[in-house]
């Protein structure tokens, strides 16, 4: 029998759904993160240095995008309330 959630909960199918969810939005996130270390690292001669792990706006704007698209995921499954399965 599917398990029914209510308004302003999540079942465990719907939680594990989210948790899935934010694992995917993290890809496009952390290739931009990746992406913009190499650059940082290239553009300083082939040096790594800790400056070149620090996130530039272009990746800061990822993670608010990335906070966000998760808050906007919870909150829909959240006030569904919808059945699971």
């Known amino acids: 029998m599917a398990e029914k959630s209510t308004a302003f909960d999540l079942n465990k199918t719907?939680?594990?759904?989210?948790i899935k969810n934010l694992?995917?939005?993290?890809?496009?996130l952390l290739a931009m993160y990746v992406g913009a270390v190499t650059v940082a690292i290239t553009q300083n001669g082939g040096a790594f240095t800790v400056e070149a792990l620090k996130a530039g706006p272009?990746?800061?704007?990822?993670?608010?995008?990335?906070?966000?698209?998760?808050?906007?995921?919870?909150?829909?499954?959240?006030?569904?309330g919808k059945r699971a399965g």
């Open 58 to 80: 272009m990746v800061q704007g990822g993670m608010v995008l990335y906070t966000l698209n998760g808050a906007y995921d919870l909150l829909t499954k959240w006030l569904e």
């Open 23 to 28: 694992i995917e939005f993290a890809r496009p």
């Open 14 to 18: 719907e939680r594990d759904k989210w």
